[in-house]
């Protein structure tokens, strides 16, 4: 064994990651993010980055951008959870974490939103992501040109490499050496699995299927002040021991330890436009029913497939009369969702399928396009772990109610279930809008997305499935049941080289306003069948790193005010130096 | 009462020849605690006696379903009927102790608690509710009975079937398509269901764990608190330990 390898394994989990303290700066005694020393600008106070939305791209970009002095103020439509008094471990209590407001979906075959896919609040959707953050592989980034299907990105998977092991340091990252895509280790060590992943793992082997444990955005070990997992089963429903990673705890306090402003509750209804200069000047938002408007020099729009495509849809002007940076009609096109059916297997022994986080156990062996299958692309089978409520509507996904259905759940202890990531194709008539005569509680028109599938997507789907059934087969399972659903959203707003066909460069800048950006998983052409959460994640991490670079295209001269307000004060005070 | 084998799968649905369960009324008695109906695998395994385990706002949102019964207040007296019934029949609870599904869902709708999305073809979920109660009337109507409420079990049973699989016509049903209909409302009625501690009893869960969590996943492994079920057990070792005298 060479030193090198012995040092690492010496060293595993002990690495702290370079320029980022989160982990440190939260308080050992309880979970909420300390928010006394935060910074607070006023909203005449022309910031260097207004960002609308913190989640996972969002609260990466603030954290980073941050770090490097920028003034950045975040504009988060939900709250700023406190994990202590806000999070419980119940199901149905977790109403509160999801993205509730109306809205419509359609198409001919239409996706669930809501709790199945869309985020609200400080944290955004990884609060209640089961945790899984494996990256995409090098083929992603080029399926135009390998497969003849989807687009190619303008970015190539190494431009986010060193982003990707990065930000695996710093959630962190636990899991088994991974052989898939581009070869890589783990930060963490793999947490232990339940008897479930056990048995579809034997079940796989036997069919030559190599799963994996991991790879999970949960500590194994403490980690700054960040306890071990507990083994809960609540992944779903929010960490409320903060072991598992979201921008809360990884990237928000040490944003805010370096200045940036997290003003939750404020909802941003238009990006405002300077009709003569084509620059955006700030954002209008809502706070405790009052409409304000922050001044920004640069405005990153972060709040996810749907309602970033809203946003700059509701953001009419003389130069936009369609939305902003939508001239060439590419906003809200080609959203995503990856096809995510379930199969469930029954076993003679108990498994208790709710212990554990329920992301265990991964396979990426059916990732890529393999022509004797008769799709383009591929898919991932991950575990689930689904808790009383969500097995409920996978009973009843097969078709069984009434008696039938209390058996099945009389019966919850003795499953175990696998889940499917199926990569669906990006069309262009999959597409977000505002539907003109529908409201929210602002008055602000509503997101309307049709979703259709095509043919390989079905194929693809169908395969899956089939492949999983077979597992719990060659595993022993005594029964099966099979239900369909969607799982993750991106797409929307996605980077090409080509302004006709895109919204955004491969800086993230929109081709037809030189200081709007979009930093979230709209931005991606394709989608892998990995979930997303890492890779927007490292997308604004590389999109920080261009920004610092570039800067944004700002006055030659920038204003550099003193920060005041780092005390306790009440109330915001103008800071303005300028 | 036959001993069953819970290791062999024969009692599931799919494996028996009329895809049928068998009745529940083979099932142990619950001894501790309450399930739905008072049958349940785990007899003895009650999650509430594990409530001060729990965290505070996690023990004070369970316990507020248990001990709070919500008033009808979204759905007018006959609506309440007839979809009582409806609730009651898609959960299987045909005698008390019934966990209060329809109250439940009626309290989420009153407060207006939507799930964040909406089908296109589609009326808000609301309005769904009240319209299902008309469309059940109706459906049963073309069975011959005055109503859904009034009409026999197996007329109801036949009308579920049908929303189940898309199959209603008429009236309503050519309006607001049926299956997504059962959707939207199987949605609203399982989270409910079991969202009820008296459903976690029944099926075995272990419930919330925070903060001691969960340490024993292996084969057959379980927590030193968690239920054991019924038919693991020598009867009369444990009647002995339990102190209970033969009858």
Redesign the interface.
């Given at each position: 064994m060479s030193r090198r390898h012995e040092l690492r394994t010496l060293l595993r989990g002990a690495v702290r990651p370079p320029e980022n303290d989160s982990a440190f700066l939260l308080d050992v005694h309880r979970r909420a993010v300390p928010t006394e020393r935060m910074a607070r600008y006023d909203d005449s106070f022309s910031v260097d980055l207004v960002i609308v939305g913190a989640g996972a791209g969002g609260g990466t970009l603030a954290q980073r951008l941050a770090r490097r002095g920028w003034k950045v103020v975040v504009l988060e439509s939900g709250p700023f959870w406190d994990p202590?008094?806000?999070?419980?471990?119940?199901?149905?209590?977790s109403?509160r974490l999801?993205?509730?407001?109306?809205?419509?979906?359609?198409?001919s075959d239409?996706v669930?939103?809501?709790?199945n896919n869309?985020g609200h609040g400080v944290g955004g959707s990884m609060v209640h992501y089961a945790g899984y953050c494996p990256r995409f592989h090098p083929s992603d980034f080029e399926v135009r040109t390998r497969d003849g299907v989807g687009e190619d990105w303008p970015i190539s998977y190494y431009d986010l490499k060193p982003h990707y092991e990065r930000l695996e340091l710093e959630l962190p990252v636990a899991g088994d050496y991974w052989p898939w895509g581009d070869p890589h280790r783990y930060p963490h060590t793999a947490h232990?699995?339940?008897?479930g992943a056990?048995?579809a793992r034997a079940g796989a082997r036997k069919l030559g299927i190599d799963m994996r444990v991991g790879p999970v955005g949960i500590t194994n070990g403490a980690f700054g002040n960040r306890p071990h997992c507990?083994?809960?089963?609540?992944c779903l429903q929010g960490c409320?021991?903060n072991a598992k990673a979201s921008p809360l705890v990884t990237h928000l306090p040490d944003a805010i330890e370096h200045g940036a402003e997290i003003r939750a509750d404020c909802m941003v209804t238009r990006v405002e436009i300077d009709d003569s200069s084509g620059r955006v000047t700030g954002v209008r938002y809502i706070h405790d029913g009052v409409e304000r408007f922050q001044h920004a020099e640069a405005v990153a729009v972060a709040g996810y497939s749907i309602e970033t495509p809203r946003l700059l849809l509701n953001s009419t002007s003389r130069r936009f009369p369609h939305g902003l940076a939508n001239n060439n009609d590419q906003v809200g096109r080609c959203v995503m969702v990856q096809g995510a059916p379930q199969v469930a297997g029954?076993f003679?022994?108990?498994?208790?399928m709710?212990?554990?986080p329920p992301p265990e156990i991964c396979s990426e062996q059916f990732y890529e396009t393999d022509e004797r299958r008769g799709f383009a692309r591929g898919f991932s089978i991950q575990t689930v772990g689904p808790?009383?409520?969500e097995h409920?509507?996978h009973v009843?996904g097969h078709?069984?109610?009434?008696?039938?259905?209390?058996?099945?759940?009389?019966?919850?202890?003795?499953w175990y279930t696998l889940g499917i990531l199926s990569e669906l194709l990006p069309l262009p008539e999959n597409r977000v809008t505002v539907a003109a005569d529908e409201t929210d509680q602002n008055g602000i028109p509503v997101a309307?997305m049709?979703y259709s599938q095509c043919e390989n997507d079905r194929k693809n789907i169908a395969f899956a499935k089939q492949t999983i059934c077979d597992i719990f087969e060659a595993a022993g399972a005594?029964?099966?049941?099979v239900t369909d659903r969607y799982a993750h959203l991106v797409g929307g707003c996605r980077m090409g080289s080509d302004p006709d066909r895109s919204v955004v460069d491969s800086d993230h800048r929109t081709w037809e306003v030189p200081n709007l950006f979009i930093a979230d998983g709209s931005v991606m052409p394709t989608q892998g069948s990995a979930n997303p959460a890492l890779t927007i994640m490292a997308l604004s991490s590389r999109l920080a790193e261009r920004l610092e670079l570039k800067r944004t295209g700002g006055p030659a001269t920038r204003r550099r005010p003193r920060r005041l307000r780092r005390g306790s004060g009440p109330a915001p005070t103008a800071v303005d130096a300028g | 009462m036959a001993a069953r084998d819970f290791r062999s799968a024969e009692h599931l649905p799919n494996l028996r020849p009329d895809r049928e369960p068998a009745s529940p009324e083979e099932l142990p008695r619950q001894r501790n605690g309450v399930t739905p109906q008072m049958h349940g695998r785990y007899p003895d395994y009650n999650v509430l006696d594990e409530a001060d385990h729990w965290d505070e706002v996690t023990r004070r949102l369970v316990l507020e379903r248990v001990e709070k019964m919500p008033p009808i207040r979204f759905f007018t007296q006959p609506e309440a009927v007839t979809l009582g019934i409806f609730c009651d029949l898609v959960m299987a609870q045909d005698r008390e102790p019934k966990i209060p599904v329809l109250n439940m869902v009626d309290a989420k709708l009153f407060a207006g608690e939507l799930d964040g999305f909406r089908y296109a073809d589609m009326p808000d979920d609301r309005e769904t509710w009240r319209r299902l109660a008309v469309g059940l009337d109706a459906a049963a109507r073309q069975h011959g009975a005055g109503d859904f409420a009034g009409a026999g079990h197996d007329i109801q049973m036949r009308v579920i079937d049908a929303l189940a699989k898309g199959e209603l016509h008429g009236e309503v049903w050519d309006e607001m398509p049926p299956s997504k209909t059962w959707k939207v409302v199987s949605r609203a009625i399982l989270s409910s269901f079991y969202s009820h501690p008296w459903a976690w009893n029944e099926i075995g869960y272990g419930g919330p764990a925070y903060p001691r969590g969960y340490a024993r996943f292996g084969i057959g492994q379980r927590e030193s608190w968690e239920g054991a079920p019924a038919f693991e057990r020598d009867p009369v070792e444990d009647t002995e330990r339990r102190g209970v005298q033969g009858t």
């Amino acid at each position: 064994m060479s030193r090198r390898h012995e040092l690492r394994t010496l060293l595993r989990g002990a690495v702290r990651p370079p320029e980022n303290d989160s982990a440190f700066l939260l308080d050992v005694h309880r979970r909420a993010v300390p928010t006394e020393r935060m910074a607070r600008y006023d909203d005449s106070f022309s910031v260097d980055l207004v960002i609308v939305g913190a989640g996972a791209g969002g609260g990466t970009l603030a954290q980073r951008l941050a770090r490097r002095g920028w003034k950045v103020v975040v504009l988060e439509s939900g709250p700023f959870w406190d994990p202590d008094e806000d999070w419980v471990s119940d199901e149905a209590g977790s109403h509160r974490l999801y993205w509730t407001d109306k809205r419509i979906t359609g198409g001919s075959d239409p996706v669930e939103l809501g709790k199945n896919n869309s985020g609200h609040g400080v944290g955004g959707s990884m609060v209640h992501y089961a945790g899984y953050c494996p990256r995409f592989h090098p083929s992603d980034f080029e399926v135009r040109t390998r497969d003849g299907v989807g687009e190619d990105w303008p970015i190539s998977y190494y431009d986010l490499k060193p982003h990707y092991e990065r930000l695996e340091l710093e959630l962190p990252v636990a899991g088994d050496y991974w052989p898939w895509g581009d070869p890589h280790r783990y930060p963490h060590t793999a947490h232990p699995v339940n008897s479930g992943a056990d048995v579809a793992r034997a079940g796989a082997r036997k069919l030559g299927i190599d799963m994996r444990v991991g790879p999970v955005g949960i500590t194994n070990g403490a980690f700054g002040n960040r306890p071990h997992c507990i083994y809960r089963g609540y992944c779903l429903q929010g960490c409320k021991v903060n072991a598992k990673a979201s921008p809360l705890v990884t990237h928000l306090p040490d944003a805010i330890e370096h200045g940036a402003e997290i003003r939750a509750d404020c909802m941003v209804t238009r990006v405002e436009i300077d009709d003569s200069s084509g620059r955006v000047t700030g954002v209008r938002y809502i706070h405790d029913g009052v409409e304000r408007f922050q001044h920004a020099e640069a405005v990153a729009v972060a709040g996810y497939s749907i309602e970033t495509p809203r946003l700059l849809l509701n953001s009419t002007s003389r130069r936009f009369p369609h939305g902003l940076a939508n001239n060439n009609d590419q906003v809200g096109r080609c959203v995503m969702v990856q096809g995510a059916p379930q199969v469930a297997g029954r076993f003679p022994d108990e498994m208790r399928m709710y212990k554990a986080p329920p992301p265990e156990i991964c396979s990426e062996q059916f990732y890529e396009t393999d022509e004797r299958r008769g799709f383009a692309r591929g898919f991932s089978i991950q575990t689930v772990g689904p808790l009383p409520i969500e097995h409920a509507q996978h009973v009843l996904g097969h078709g069984h109610w009434g008696a039938a259905l209390r058996e099945y759940m009389r019966d919850y202890n003795h499953w175990y279930t696998l889940g499917i990531l199926s990569e669906l194709l990006p069309l262009p008539e999959n597409r977000v809008t505002v539907a003109a005569d529908e409201t929210d509680q602002n008055g602000i028109p509503v997101a309307r997305m049709d979703y259709s599938q095509c043919e390989n997507d079905r194929k693809n789907i169908a395969f899956a499935k089939q492949t999983i059934c077979d597992i719990f087969e060659a595993a022993g399972a005594q029964d099966l049941l099979v239900t369909d659903r969607y799982a993750h959203l991106v797409g929307g707003c996605r980077m090409g080289s080509d302004p006709d066909r895109s919204v955004v460069d491969s800086d993230h800048r929109t081709w037809e306003v030189p200081n709007l950006f979009i930093a979230d998983g709209s931005v991606m052409p394709t989608q892998g069948s990995a979930n997303p959460a890492l890779t927007i994640m490292a997308l604004s991490s590389r999109l920080a790193e261009r920004l610092e670079l570039k800067r944004t295209g700002g006055p030659a001269t920038r204003r550099r005010p003193r920060r005041l307000r780092r005390g306790s004060g009440p109330a915001p005070t103008a800071v303005d130096a300028g | 009462m036959a001993a069953r084998d819970f290791r062999s799968a024969e009692h599931l649905p799919n494996l028996r020849p009329d895809r049928e369960p068998a009745s529940p009324e083979e099932l142990p008695r619950q001894r501790n605690g309450v399930t739905p109906q008072m049958h349940g695998r785990y007899p003895d395994y009650n999650v509430l006696d594990e409530a001060d385990h729990w965290d505070e706002v996690t023990r004070r949102l369970v316990l507020e379903r248990v001990e709070k019964m919500p008033p009808i207040r979204f759905f007018t007296q006959p609506e309440a009927v007839t979809l009582g019934i409806f609730c009651d029949l898609v959960m299987a609870q045909d005698r008390e102790p019934k966990i209060p599904v329809l109250n439940m869902v009626d309290a989420k709708l009153f407060a207006g608690e939507l799930d964040g999305f909406r089908y296109a073809d589609m009326p808000d979920d609301r309005e769904t509710w009240r319209r299902l109660a008309v469309g059940l009337d109706a459906a049963a109507r073309q069975h011959g009975a005055g109503d859904f409420a009034g009409a026999g079990h197996d007329i109801q049973m036949r009308v579920i079937d049908a929303l189940a699989k898309g199959e209603l016509h008429g009236e309503v049903w050519d309006e607001m398509p049926p299956s997504k209909t059962w959707k939207v409302v199987s949605r609203a009625i399982l989270s409910s269901f079991y969202s009820h501690p008296w459903a976690w009893n029944e099926i075995g869960y272990g419930g919330p764990a925070y903060p001691r969590g969960y340490a024993r996943f292996g084969i057959g492994q379980r927590e030193s608190w968690e239920g054991a079920p019924a038919f693991e057990r020598d009867p009369v070792e444990d009647t002995e330990r339990r102190g209970v005298q033969g009858t």
